[in-house]
């Protein structure tokens, strides 16, 4: 089965935006788009979704990953181009030792799309989310940079 190209992408934060305070949210561009001009805006044309670092630990090199993709480009692989990018920006610019994720574990699209980026499960975290009052597990996802 042939392997498909990595969708070019780039990641950008808001003018100013650091991880020293913790989290930062990147923007997501399309290849060949750039935010609006004239405001520096991300959140401009040709954003197809956004990922963030949060709870950064600078002594231990870590921090977790959330990710979001716009309903019209899910499915089509710009999530993993995500990851891939942050990966990227995570050893390069911030030398982070290690990337997780808490996930839902009825979220299987999501666990399937981290485990595809090298991800490994690490641990469990029993009835940890409430959701329509219903109590579910969570599954932590690591990857060694």
């Not at 004239?38 to 870590?62: H, M, T």
């Not at 991800?119 to 219903?134: A, P, S």
């Amino acid at each position: 089965m042939p392997i498909k190209p990595i969708i070019p992408i780039s990641l950008i934060a808001e003018e100013g935006a650091s991880l020293s305070s913790g989290s930062l949210r990147l923007y997501a561009l399309l290849s060949g788009s750039s935010p609006k001009s004239g405001e520096g805006d991300p959140k401009g044309g040709g954003v197809c979704g956004a990922i963030d670092l949060y709870s950064y630990d600078p002594l231990n090199r870590r921090a977790a990953v959330g990710i979001m993709v716009a309903n019209e480009y899910r499915r089509q692989g710009y999530a993993l181009a995500m990851l891939r990018e942050l990966q990227q920006i995570a050893t390069s610019n911030y030398k982070l030792h290690t990337l997780y994720a808490d996930i839902a574990a009825t979220n299987t699209a999501s666990i399937a799309l981290f485990r595809k980026a090298g991800y490994e499960e690490c641990g469990r975290f029993k009835e940890w989310l409430n959701i329509d009052d219903t109590y579910i597990d969570t599954i932590r996802l690591q990857k060694i940079l």
